[in-house]
């Protein structure tokens, strides 16, 4: 049971390129999120998506889209890098939103120069 | 999320007790978390407590919350090398999401 898979695990892009982070889950959960983890500052989620085919802002969500393609994948694209998105990014699912165990995938480490 | 606070780092020896502190944010929040990082890898959910309960016990941990301080802690019996990691608590705000802490990192000292 591969619970959650992140694509790539690492990745160094040059400031201005482009790029889509992929996860993808195969236990039928209908919650899916993206989190980015920065040293002192704990998680702080980027997006969500409740249920296949919404989507939502979460406490930092500026230079950052989402795209829920299925109810298994949920992507994370930045269109412009920028040094400050470099980061640790997770992405997690969970059978609904609050209140329940959310499994996390091993995360991407990316690094804007 | 930055409102969530907990102390930066612990040291223990090993075989002693560890005890992790997070204030939380919201009075409201339904459940409150313990997930665990080991290096290099994503969060793994410890134990979980509901808002109703002042403790929970589960082996070797002891998750205490104090609701009217907004005060949770996780105590860890009997500490091994093994538990060294960065440790988060975490709290549902409304129905939606899940707010994490800024993360404990457990040194344990053989």
């Known amino acids: 049971n591969a619970g959650v898979t992140q694509t790539p695990k690492f990745q160094v892009l040059k400031t201005g390129q482009s790029m889509t982070l992929q996860c993808a889950q195969d236990?039928?959960?209908?919650?899916m999120y993206w989190y980015r983890q920065d040293p002192g500052m704990g998680l702080r989620l980027i997006y969500y998506s409740a249920s296949e085919g919404t989507t939502d802002k979460g406490e930092v969500p500026n230079g950052y889209n989402v795209s829920r393609l299925n109810k298994r994948e949920f992507s994370l694209r930045l269109e412009s890098a920028a040094p400050s998105q470099t980061s640790v990014y997770f992405c997690?699912?969970?059978?609904?939103?609050?209140?329940?165990?959310?499994?996390f995938g091993q995360g991407t480490r990316l690094t804007v120069v | 999320g930055e409102d969530v606070e907990q102390s930066l780092f612990l040291s223990v020896r090993e075989g002693d007790s560890s005890v992790i502190n997070c204030t939380y944010t919201d009075s409201s929040s339904t459940y409150l978390y313990w997930y665990k990082q080991e290096p290099g890898a994503g969060l793994q959910l410890l134990t979980y407590i509901f808002s109703n309960m002042d403790m929970k016990q589960d082996q070797r941990l002891t998750v205490l919350l104090n609701k009217k301080d907004k005060h949770l802690s996780l105590r860890i019996a009997d500490t091994q090398t093994g538990d060294s990691a960065i440790y988060f608590c975490a709290e549902t705000l409304g129905a939606n999401n899940l707010f994490f802490g800024t993360g404990t990192r457990l040194t344990v000292i053989p």
């Open positions: 997690a699912s969970s059978q609904r939103t609050g209140g329940t165990e959310a499994f």
């Open positions: 236990m039928n959960h209908n919650s």
